[in-house]
């Protein structure tokens, strides 16, 4: 057997926050924690070779586990009894963990073979291999070799890539990514300077696989490892070259946080429903976006008294003030455990036109927000939590400000926001000429505008938005769904467009709103209608009046904006749009 091995070790944290007996507990990570961690997952702690290291106090812990072959009962009606292929139904697998205490810095490192790895992530710090990773390479270094990426929004949850190529962190540069793994070359130089290899034991480089573990693709001894772990502690003491994550996932073993995290927005939400004044915006939205925003029949299922409440709205549910006024209405006098339970239990569904099922999922798994706690700044996006370093703030208002700045609307004068809602708003434009509006009518569920109004050379499609704040994230996935839609229609004849003005015509609403729609695009005649569209660019704007009582500006001070989830929204959006080549504006609303 070869006393070389592809080895892996991850930096423990200093203290872990455990639950016992309802109260929360903070325990000093040392070896008699790791004794007693390690022997309730079925270790057993195995002697040692005496003077292994005047650096590192070792010790070694050892597992093995008895599984179900699964696959066993399948065969066995395949083959004849007796065949050596169904004898043994069991199988057996074998883990160890070596934990390294250094004696000088008062550091516990572990290193893990088998499947060890699960029980020591729960106590290893995040991203201690990518921190190694950030102080050996630069932002152009062609080092990547592949990546494992986890996006904060979008449809698509997460991505492996494989470079054809050697690629630098600029050229793969994702805003929103969240880097969880990468296998970057490391070159000779960088083995010998970095890591303390031998300049004869070495014919070429390697490459590193860095993650919450640090490892290097290369057999190395016992000793080498000893050496490797000093190389990195030391590496760790120093600056880092690049940022690789400037936001860092909360995992889920991290109860303590996350509960606390969960207390404050539970908090802010039960004062919101015992006063409407005190507004905390919550973003109701399906990981499943688009088909969550297409359905024609949502409905809202909570418990209240011990009675079961089904509410059925025509649209998708986007913010959490709808759910607290069905509540109010059933009963406004709820304690805030009675209220807690509720939210906790309710839940939401989707379905489209014909009755189809969509979407399906618990009321807090829709939730989207930002709450700060402890002096840092948390993404509460569909499940997952996420902290938002101050690089990742920084940065998201130095590209809201340049989108801004370089997309500046220029198009037909808007009226100031006096007062009322965005339907309000948006009826006001009845009566100005040059403009229609299709305020609340969806065909096939698409918002295509609130407003829409032209001038010699362009049609504009405003989507109206009342506060800059967490919910922008929802108008900001309607509009990209409703500039998809419209660019698709231009090559179809404008056929949807023409099911957006029968559906205006045709309404029976009893509403003055309904009523005046119906009305005023009466006066447009169908060919007409579609005509507006033929040589005229098509661009959307997003305009926004801010509620805030102070007044500021968008263009100049974008960081007096608090809802980061809105400035990141609208970076996305732009970028999407920018994709779809579709001219894109935003417009800050006069009040």
Partial sequence: MSDKIQNNFYLLKESVKVLKKSKVIEEEINFKFLHTLLKNKGFKEQSIL???????????Y??????????KGFVSTIVEPNQDIIKNTDSSSESYVIILFNLLTKKYFASTGGYAHVT???????DFGLEILSRIIKSDDKALRSSKERNLTGGVQGAIKFFRNDYNLFENESFGNIYNELNASISKDQLINFFGFAKNDLKLGSLCIAKNSFSLKKSISFIELLTLIEKCENLITKAPIVEINSIE???????????DLWEDIQKKVFDNYVNSNNFFSIEIANKDFEKYYYANLTVLKFTINRKKQEIKFD?????????????RNIDSTLTSANFEKCITNASIETFD????????????NHFCTEVSHGNKSYFLIERDWFEIRKTFIDKINEQANHFINSNKYNGPKMDKWITGSENDYNSSYFTKQNSIVFDKFTPENIEACDILRW??????FYHVKKGFDNSMRDLCSQILIAGRKVIEDSKNSYKFLGTLYDTVIKNNGATQYSIEAKNHLSK???ADFIDLMQNRKIVFVLAVLDTSKSLRNLENEIEKFDSNIAKFSLNELSKSMRNLEIDFKILQLEK
């Fill in 50 to 60: 005496p003077n292994l290291s005047s650096k590192y106090e070792i010790k070694v």
């Fill in 249 to 259: 996932k909360i995992s889920k073993s991290n109860i303590v946080l996350i509960s």
């Fill in 315 to 327: 649209n998708a549910i986007t913010n959490i003030q709808t759910v607290l006024d069905e509540i």
């Fill in 353 to 364: 036109e014909n009755g189809n099922f969509l979407t399906s999922d618990n009321l807090k």
């Fill in 455 to 460: 001038d010699a050379n362009n049609i504009y």
């Fill in 120 to 126: 020591i992530q729960e106590i290893s710090t995040n």
């Fill in 524 to 526: 447009v005649k169908k």
């Fill in 62 to 71: 050892y597992k093995k586990t008895s599984n179900l072959v699964k696959w």
